[in-house]
């Protein structure tokens, strides 16, 4: 069974901080990677993806792959407190996604 | 351009009773999927769909069965609720081979007493 793995949490930092999530993969040849952000009593939404090693950024969010050590991270730079939800890393596996059990992250005034 | 649309969002049902879980896109998308969320378990598939006229079950697909009635139409049947039923259901949509990834609905919370 391949398996996602993830703090559950909670995570807790001060606005404007650098929060930094991370997750683990067991599965040597997977290939893309996905973080979901669900607010409570929300579905996910899809923030980042990646697909190769190094950093993908966008805005205030930048996603880190090391496939050597199957690892993957989400940074979110100057945290807001709006920036409070679960985020859910997803790994692909052929035809679906696996996804870890999600850490909770609060950023506080 | 709704996305991915479920129905009932919140459904209560008696030990035993039958239900289907409703979901339909109109993104054009070739997959689709069942998940449920329980608290400290995060999102385990249930079934999916990868393309028109396929379904394969997932991690947990024991009490449920499901229908792709066509591309933008999938369907999960509870034949027999139990309590352990009891979660939030979430279908899923994507085109992965287009770099297309999972869109989520609304969610369905059902309650199995």
């Known amino acids: 069974q391949k398996e996602v793995e993830q703090n559950s949490g909670p995570l807790s930092v001060p606005e404007g901080a650098i929060a930094s999530l991370n997750c683990t993969y067991s599965d040597r040849g997977s290939q893309s990677f996905f973080w979901y952000r669900q607010y409570s009593g929300k579905s996910p939404e899809l923030i980042m993806s990646?697909?190769?090693?190094g950093d993908q950024e966008d805005g205030r969010f930048t996603a880190q792959l090391n496939k050597a050590s199957q690892y993957v991270s989400l940074l979110i730079r100057d945290s807001q407190p709006s920036d409070s939800a679960t985020y859910l890393c997803a790994v692909r596996d052929t035809d679906k996604l696996i996804f870890g059990t999600g850490t909770r992250l609060q950023v506080f005034p | 351009n709704a996305g991915v649309t479920q129905t009932p969002k919140f459904q209560v049902l008696k030990t035993g009773q039958s239900m289907t879980l409703q979901c339909a896109q109109d993104m054009n998308h070739n997959s689709m999927y069942w998940y449920r969320q329980d608290p400290g378990m995060g999102l385990r598939l249930i079934y999916y769909s990868a393309s028109e006229g396929t379904t394969d079950k997932g991690e947990v697909p024991n009490g449920y069965n499901v229908s792709r009635l066509n591309k933008r139409e999938f369907s999960l049947r509870l034949e027999s609720a139990a309590p352990s039923q009891t979660s939030v259901y979430f279908c899923?949509?994507?085109?992965?081979?287009?770099?297309?990834?999972?869109?989520f609905g609304q969610g369905t919370r059902l309650t199995v007493v």
């Open positions: 990646i697909y190769s090693n």
């Open positions: 899923a949509s994507s085109s992965p081979w287009t770099g297309t990834e999972a869109f």
